[in-house]
């Protein structure tokens, strides 16, 4: 069984940075290709950013230059650096394996980009 737990979400001003964590138990983070998806208000989930289990990342066209993803395979975890953020930002992230395990979404955390 794998457990995924998100932190680091907050309240931001446009332009300003945040970093995410995801935390990992079970023995399939290591095997797996990790993602970041995030939900806003109204809308699908969607998928974000990826990173492969040998590093190489993936990014959706409207973070791609802002978002960097990236993974300690020792402690489980995996980042989402978060700069330039802008309001249409505002979501709940999630972690989860690509493509993701139904049974696997964690809570979340807010991120919030607002003046």
């Known amino acids: 069984q794998v457990q995924l737990v998100e932190s680091g979400g907050g309240l931001v001003q446009p332009g300003g940075s945040l970093r995410l964590s995801c935390a990992a138990s079970g023995s399939m983070f290591s095997i797996s290709a990790m993602g970041w998806y995030r939900q806003a208000p109204g809308k699908q989930r969607d998928l974000v950013a990826v990173?492969?289990?040998?590093?190489?990342?993936n990014y959706a066209d409207s973070v791609k230059g802002r978002f960097t993803i990236s993974r300690d395979n020792a402690k489980n975890t995996v980042y989402l650096q978060m700069n330039s953020l802008k309001p249409e930002d505002t979501a709940v992230y999630y972690c989860n394996v690509v493509p993701p395990g139904i049974n696997y979404w964690g809570q979340g955390t807010q991120v919030t980009v607002s003046s």
């Open positions: 990173i492969m289990r040998g590093g190489s990342t």
